[in-house]
């Protein structure tokens, strides 16, 4: 029989052993919930989420890298390079590694991609990644690799570079940082030339280094294509120096000009002053890098009249020997406006009219035209459209239609006024006339070749429309050739060449668009040669010259200049044989290569036939032996030396020629620039 303390015992058991159940009960079923939740998160993992954590997996393990393609070459007829990639070195940050953020803004804000407080910003920001300089090459990089920082890197990448610096600049254009056309030619045709970049798809380590024979894909990039220019490198040289000697000697604000082909329409060159390196083109002004001849349409004045005379004698309304009364200068409009001649004339035949320039004798015969009739002639001439020559923000001009002239627009328009055009549009009128009569349409392209070289693309010589007949253009070219035989052109002349051409002189309109700028005036002169089988043809436009105002005075010899030199550079360019004078390009002449590149120096010794050595280190030639102007058939070879922009200046820019001063100007001050940036 159980006493009580037994059963109190028992009770004590009982009760230790319950208690032991609920542990392992407890237990068991933490461990059940646990392995539950252990597959339930399996499965999520495993086939719900399975998708999103490969993602993330591939980003931490795999990463895809960008090979850049290159930038397709441009090159010019000869052959020669105009633009091209090539490598340079980028410096970048990482803030969260950087530890000297003063000797770092110090240090790279002297090369230009950010100022001192800009630059000072994004390094304590929070992103990872900062561009410190881009783009550096050759004194700069070495300069800028000379000190070392925590937590800067550099990386290679491609930049755009033009070897004969500010030749045909605002006709290249530039490109950006990022190596994309943004104007001229570089912008025109940017999409052949930008090429497809490629891709490379590797695993990486913990640290996001590749590992070596880990790539899983790869697409190589497509290098974009090159383009072959119907510019010639020595046209457009000797084009610019002309244009740059014309501004100097007629004290005017600039000039533009255009050389071309007129049997096939190329273009052999195309110039604008001031010049611009593309080198630098962040250091330029936006009106500097405009490429003025397809951009600016101007008021022609008289080189019009040659698109009057067509007109008139291809409606056969009026007779070269025609006589025609010009009013000892002065004649009144229907609507009582006067016009005036600069020199009273009396009667002129048809041919003198437009050789003396006469406003009142070419008016007299215009009137003979119907309005809409001369509208028409005007558009067939190309005017009033664009050319569609290929380069971007090309202006169409000014023509309105002609049910919206006044009363007078039609005398106006016949003597150049009340209409705007472009140079392109006056040498491609031009080319009429030396093509016999037909439009041709302005060729800037000659080939687009693939990264191989292989042609992919020819432009052939792509007539328009006939605009007049071969005998109208034959008479009016004649005329043009009296024109600078015993006309307003006759500084234009060149001995043993037959040259026609017209001069134009413009009243320059006022900047608010509305009437003439007081004093103010546009000159031109527009020709080619030789008469009897034009091979070149060109127009010189001279904007506000201060010192003379005819076309005739300013425009006609920078013509005579440009052809001379290019005449003499080109021995077989005519069959017979020219005559020139020392002032002219010939071999054996020592150039002034001060304040050039060594690319620019080397190529203006070449072009004479003299060999040239560089000494020492530095952006530009500071002196050169023999001297500048010494001459001598023993003379084969110009040693250069290489200086700094002020080595040049510190013995002063006296006697260098402007192209190379206006040169010296930009790069001094890009150097101020950067040591106002230093400094901030």
Request: aromatic share 6%; with cysteine; charged share 25%.
């Amino acid at each position: 029989m159980r006493t009580p303390r037994n059963r109190k015992q028992i009770h004590r058991r009982r009760s230790k052993i319950d208690k032991r159940s609920w542990r392992l009960w407890g237990i068991a079923s933490m461990l059940i919930a646990l392995w539950i939740f252990v597959g339930v998160r399996l499965v999520q993992v495993q086939a719900v989420q399975h998708d999103s954590y490969r993602r993330q997996a591939q980003i931490q393990q795999q990463r895809l890298t960008t090979e850049k393609a290159k930038r397709g070459s441009i090159f010019d007829r000869r052959g020669m390079e105009l633009a091209l990639d090539v490598q340079a070195v980028s410096f970048y940050a990482d803030p969260y590694e950087v530890k000297d953020i003063t000797g770092i803004v110090q240090h790279f804000s002297q090369f230009g991609g950010s100022n001192a407080d800009n630059l000072k910003k994004r390094l304590q920001s929070k992103r990872r990644f900062v561009y410190l300089a881009r783009g550096l090459r050759d004194a700069e990089l070495l300069e800028a690799q000379a000190v070392d920082f925590a937590g800067v890197y550099e990386h290679f990448e491609t930049r755009r570079y033009y070897p004969y610096s500010a030749v045909g600049g605002q006709l290249l254009g530039f490109v950006d940082i990022d190596n994309k056309g943004r104007e001229g030619v570089e912008r025109g045709f940017d999409t052949s030339m930008q090429g497809t970049d490629g891709h490379l798809l590797s695993h990486v380590d913990s640290r996001g280094r590749r590992v070596p024979g880990r790539e899983l894909a790869y697409t190589p990039p497509l290098n974009g294509n090159e383009l072959v220019l119907t510019i010639d490198i020595i046209y457009q040289d000797i084009l610019e120096e002309e244009l740059v000697r014309a501004v100097e000697l007629s004290g005017a604000e600039r000039a533009l000009g255009i050389i071309a082909d007129p049997r096939t329409g190329e273009i052999l060159a195309m110039g604008n002053v001031p010049l611009y390196d593309p080198n630098m083109a962040g250091q330029a002004r936006p009106g500097e890098r405009r490429n003025r001849v397809i951009t600016d349409p101007f008021e022609p004045g008289s080189t019009f009249k040659m698109i009057t005379a067509a007109a008139v004698l291809e409606e056969g309304l009026v007779d070269v020997d025609e006589e025609v009364f010009c009013e000892n200068g002065l004649f009144t409009l229907n609507n009582g406006d006067l016009i005036r001649d600069v020199h009273p004339y009396g009667k002129l035949n048809f041919a003198q009219v437009i050789e003396k320039s006469s406003n009142i004798g070419v008016i007299k015969m215009a009137r003979r035209l119907e309005r809409g009739k001369f509208y028409q002639y005007i558009r067939s001439f190309g005017f009033g459209i664009r050319s569609g020559v290929g380069l971007p923000a090309e202006s169409a001009g000014l023509l309105r239609p002609a049910n919206q002239w006044s009363k007078r627009s039609l005398e106006t328009l016949a003597i150049g006024q009340e209409i705007s055009v472009t140079a392109l549009q006056m040498v491609q009128a031009l080319g009429v006339i030396a093509n016999e009569g037909i439009l041709m349409a302005p060729k800037l392209v000659k080939e687009i070749r693939n990264a191989e070289g292989r042609t992919v693309e020819q432009q052939p010589p792509k007539p328009v429309r006939r605009v007049i007949s071969v005998e109208t253009a034959s008479v009016v070219k004649n005329i043009l050739h009296g024109v600078v035989e015993q006309g307003t052109g006759k500084r234009a002349a060149i001995t043993g060449v037959q040259i026609a051409g017209k001069t134009g002189t413009a009243q320059r309109v006022a900047s608010q668009g509305k009437g003439y700028a007081d004093g103010q005036y546009v000159v031109s002169f527009m020709g080619f040669l030789p008469v009897d089988a034009p091979r070149l043809m060109g127009v010189v436009v001279v904007d506000n010259p201060r010192k003379q105002k005819y076309g005739g005075e300013v425009a006609a010899p920078a013509f005579k200049k440009i052809m001379e030199r290019i005449l003499s550079a080109e021995s077989n360019l005519l069959a017979k044989a020219v005559r020139t004078d020392s002032s002219m390009l010939r071999t054996g002449e020592i150039p002034d290569l001060r304040g050039l590149r060594a690319e620019v120096a080397r190529f203006q010794g070449e072009v004479r036939g003299l060999k040239v050595e560089f000494s020492g280190r530095g952006d530009v030639v500071v002196s050169q032996q023999p001297a500048v102007g010494t001459e001598g058939s023993d003379v084969k070879q110009i040693v250069c030396k290489l200086g700094y922009v002020s080595s040049v200046q510190a013995v002063g820019n006296h006697g260098i020629p402007l192209r190379q001063a206006l040169f010296l100007d930009q790069l001094d001050d890009l150097r101020k620039k950067e040591k106002k940036d230093l400094n901030q």
